[in-house]
């Protein structure tokens, strides 16, 4: 039974993975750049909406319309001021930026709001869960960041097959010569994609926060999970990181019952598995063109 | 040299063959440091060539490879982890011991190799991540090896504390001569030139009969087994492995930056870039995150502004070459004196 509720748990821990990978994909999928601050900025979208609440009394959710906006706006200005110029200069250059910058707000993180872990306080709603039987527990936080994952991977597909920013992305993403001379301003179009990765990166972090405690080193081992989403599931493919991070939530939450010091092990484990075996994900989408 | 259609092609000049001898001297010079110097400065020049050494590695693989890594922690953890089972466990000499774990790892980057390049470009640089968070996490569990905090290095106990240093330093600056020279030498060689032809067009080169993966997976054990010797000898220059510190992400941070700094792709920036480094460490590492801060914005500014970094700078402003490594063409001066007539291209430099 204790399996079944670890199953049922990093279920649902998936969902969280596949919020916090979306972002990366998606500026993946569009400039070929993974960006090596998502984690990050995940962590600082946390700490805005936690100090909100700490310093003015701002519930969660009020911050949270207050910082996703506030993370759109900063992809945005990332986008214009770092990435277009660092894209001109090859492959590493955007890499290279990328990890400066998370550097650089691992740091700042560190001497604004020092090294002490923190949680966003959501009172009751923290511990509630449906209990299916004794052992067997569904936390309503798990389920309504699972049920939110799923909301935004699915207005991220509609987005992107439905509307004229999405067919605009999907047209920049195959070949930016193309599209720009069809009449797309391509550096707009990176700039639309880099605000909503670094919007959903936010929320994905808020949501971190209200699970469990964090501090300004947590954000290296989320990039490693949203990564590890991204490729387990299959490049290209939203439904994919879904998949991905549900199966890495599962492999974790598996490794914690053992022992809970394999957690994340087992989590790097079955990623390197999946390279091994299986290096174009499981959900593998041939990339349109 | 070989003369046709009025142009030279030369490997050595002037400013070369000056520089090669001025490297040679200082390194013979290097030699006798110890006996003319207490420990101190015996100590901070050998956290200097573990510098270099981990620069050149660096620059090996993104600058000439084209392969950006976050993970080379995990062959400078390898290497301190061999280096004290070695020396303390089986019972090597431990300074036989840093060079026979460097081997280990060299030998070990091959099978990881094989994971690592499925993935490219920036998947590949987080991917070496996940390797290197696997092997800490491994290593963090395995009793023998001090689990979590890790083990000192007691070995070296046995030799008087000055004479450690001593010994520390003078292999410590034998391996950075050795493995720059390997640097050269491959730069010099076939290989040298199949890699620079993949990084100017990976696919161009593979069309014209450049084996892609070989020459990478070549320039990918070189580094392991460079920076597993730097994993060595800081463990023999600080007489302890603890596995978060070792095989910590912030070592990738630093050699991105010196490599950066210094100027990507060069043969003389990264070096130029691990001196920079390591006086902006003895002067700030105590200011804590703010030292980090700077060193991030720098980095930051330098990939946008100045992405040939230092040396690529002054290259392209002076047209000075200081190793041996490419060709040049020059226009013959028919005189043989003054100014040559025509700029000087570079084909195939560094």
Redesign the interface.
């Known amino acids: 039974m204790i399996w079944i509720n670890a199953l049922v748990q990093g279920l649902l821990l998936g969902g969280f993975y596949a919020l916090l990978a979306c972002g990366l994909s998606l500026i993946?999928g569009v400039m070929?750049?993974?960006n090596?601050a998502h984690g990050e900025i995940a962590i600082l979208g946390a700490f805005v909406v936690a100090l909100l609440a700490d310093a003015a009394g701002v519930p969660p959710v009020i911050g949270l319309i207050i910082v996703i906006p506030l993370a759109a706006l900063a992809g945005y200005l990332l986008q214009r001021g770092?990435l277009t110029?660092?894209l001109r200069?090859g492959?590493?250059?955007?890499?290279?930026?990328t990890?400066?910058?998370?550097?650089?707000l691992?740091?700042?993180m560190?001497?604004l709001f020092s090294a002490n872990s923190r949680q966003i306080d959501i009172g009751a709603l923290g511990s509630a869960g449906i209990a299916l039987t004794a052992q067997i527990s569904l936390p309503l936080l798990g389920l309504l960041t699972f049920a939110v994952a799923v909301l935004v991977l699915g207005g991220l597909q509609l987005l992107l097959s439905r509307t004229g920013i999405g067919r605009a992305i999907r047209a920049t993403a195959s070949d930016p010569d193309t599209a720009e001379l069809m009449g797309l301003n391509s550096r707009r179009v990176y700039a639309y994609a880099t605000a909503i990765a670094l919007a959903t990166a936010a929320l994905a972090g808020v949501f971190l926060g209200m699970r469990s405690s964090f501090d300004p080193f947590t954000g290296?081992a989320q990039?490693?999970f949203a990564?590890?989403a991204v490729?387990i599931g299959g490049l290209g493919s939203l439904w994919g990181t879904l998949l991905g991070g549900i199966v890495l939530g599962v492999a974790q939450a598996i490794g914690a019952q053992i022992d809970p010091?394999y957690l994340?092990?087992a989590g790097?484990?079955v990623?390197?598995i999946v390279?091994?075996f299986r290096?174009s994900g499981i959900l593998a989408v041939r990339v349109r063109a | 040299m070989s003369t046709a259609h009025g142009i030279t092609v030369r490997r050595w000049e002037p400013s070369s063959r000056i520089f090669t001898t001025a490297v040679a001297l200082v390194l013979v010079a290097g030699v006798f440091v110890p006996f003319a110097f207490g420990p101190n400065v015996t100590n901070k020049l050998t956290q200097l060539f573990i510098l270099i050494i981990l620069a050149a590695m660096w620059n090996a693989l993104?600058g000439f490879a084209?392969l950006?890594s976050?993970g080379q922690q995990a062959f400078i953890g390898m290497g301190a982890y061999a280096t004290v089972v070695l020396a303390d466990d089986v019972g090597t000499n431990p300074y036989l011991a840093i060079v026979l774990g460097a081997l280990i790892a060299g030998a070990l980057s091959l099978p990881i190799s094989l994971?690592a390049f499925?993935?490219r470009?920036?998947?590949f640089?987080?991917?070496m991540?996940?390797?290197a968070?696997?092997i800490r996490?491994?290593v963090?569990?395995i009793r023998t090896l001090g689990g979590g905090t890790g083990r000192s290095l007691r070995a070296t106990n046995v030799y008087e504390p000055a004479l450690r240093q001593a010994y520390t330093y003078w292999l410590a600056l034998a391996l950075m001569a050795a493995l720059l020279i390997a640097v050269v030498w491959l730069l010099r060689s076939r290989v040298g030139l199949f890699l620079q032809a993949i990084r100017d067009n990976e696919v161009g080169a593979a069309s014209l009969g450049v084996r892609v993966v070989p020459a990478k997976r070549l320039i990918f054990v070189l580094a392991a087994t460079g920076c597993a010797a730097a994993g060595g000898l800081i463990a023999a220059n600080t007489l302890t492995v603890q596995p978060n510190a070792i095989f910590g992400?912030q070592y990738?941070?630093f050699m991105?930056f010196m490599v950066?700094l210094g100027g990507?792709g060069t043969l003389e920036g990264p070096i130029l870039g691990a001196v920079i480094f390591f006086v902006i460490q003895q002067e700030f590492a105590d200011q804590g995150?703010?030292y980090?801060?700077g060193?991030?914005?720098?980095?930051?500014a330098v990939?946008?502004l100045a992405?040939r970094g230092l040396w690529g700078t002054i290259v392209d402003r002076t047209g000075l070459r200081l190793a041996p490594v490419g060709y040049r063409l020059r226009g013959t001066d028919p005189a043989g004196a003054g100014p040559d007539p025509t700029p000087p291209l570079e084909h195939a430099g560094t």
């Open positions: 993946f070929r750049i993974i090596l770092v110029r660092s200069g492959e590493l250059a955007p890499l290279l930026a990890f400066g910058l998370a550097i650089v691992q740091n700042l560190l001497q290296q990039l490693i990564f590890e490729i010091s994340v092990l790097n484990v990623f390197l390279l091994a290096p | 993104a084209g950006v976050v994971l499925r993935l470009g920036g998947q640089a987080i991917g991540w996940v390797i968070e696997t996490l491994i963090g569990q992400v990738s941070a991105i950066l990507l995150t703010w980090l801060i060193l991030g914005l720098l980095a930051v990939t946008l992405p």
